[in-house]
């Protein structure tokens, strides 16, 4: 495996449910991050992992609660969505030096459904 | 508030035709600005980054080019592979604040 992988590529849940979505990187970065892109809306950033300290939460419901073990993996776990939570949500990593990231690069996404 | 702007929305381009993308910008310190290529459900896939006012890379039929309020994104007579949306971002801190992305439609 090369680059930046996230499994499942597909996810359909009900709002009861709870999933992860997994993301793992192969570029020996030391910095994550995790990106919500609904449709016709530009990407959001939600949460940054540097180091596997967690540097941002945007924001973002407690429903999403974000998991960094390592610096080679990421995780995201749902429980209790909403339907406006359906989106493609994507991983990415880079490499920080002294406070200033390098390219960030993406995984391939996960399409995220709630019913 | 760091904000990216990116005109046109869309834009359908007959084969060999060229034309640019904008990407206009409001940040408190730039310290990158990113083009982005995005394929219909995939993830962004990485194409230039310019770091100063005046710098210009290429990349076969793309060039990119920077001044200090906007860049653009030049498609030199483009091939229908070149159909994709394509993503600005500038880069503060951690954060990358991306615009709503172009797509271009290139047609044989």
């Known amino acids: 495996e090369t680059g930046v992988t996230q499994t499942p590529r597909h996810l359909v849940m009900g709002m009861t449910n709870k999933k992860s979505l997994k993301c793992e990187q192969h570029l020996g970065h030391n910095a994550m991050y995790w990106y919500k892109q609904s449709a016709k809306k530009p990407l959001e950033l939600m949460f940054v992992y540097s180091l596997e300290e967690r540097v941002e939460n945007n924001s973002v419901p407690s429903r999403f609660s974000p998991e960094c073990p390592n610096s080679s993996h990421l995780f995201l776990h749902l429980h209790t969505l909403q339907p406006e939570d359906s989106a493609l949500y994507l991983c990415a990593s880079s490499q920080v030096t002294q406070g200033k990231s390098d390219t960030q690069y993406f995984g391939p996404g996960t399409r995220l459904t709630v019913l | 508030e760091d904000q990216v702007t990116q005109s046109p929305e869309a834009l359908r381009l007959q084969e060999g035709e060229s034309s640019s993308l904008n990407c206009s910008y409001t940040v408190s310190g730039l310290r990158g600005l990113f083009w982005y290529r995005q394929d219909p459900g995939k993830g962004p896939e990485f194409l230039f980054t310019l770091y100063s006012a005046g710098e210009e890379k290429e990349k076969e039929r793309l060039k990119a080019t920077l001044t200090k309020k906007e860049s653009f994104l030049h498609i030199t007579a483009p091939k229908p592979e070149d159909s994709a949306t394509y993503l600005c971002?500038?880069?503060?801190?951690?954060?990358?604040?991306f615009g709503a992305g172009t797509t271009v439609t290139v047609r044989a």
């Open positions: 971002a500038v880069y503060n801190d951690y954060k990358l604040s």
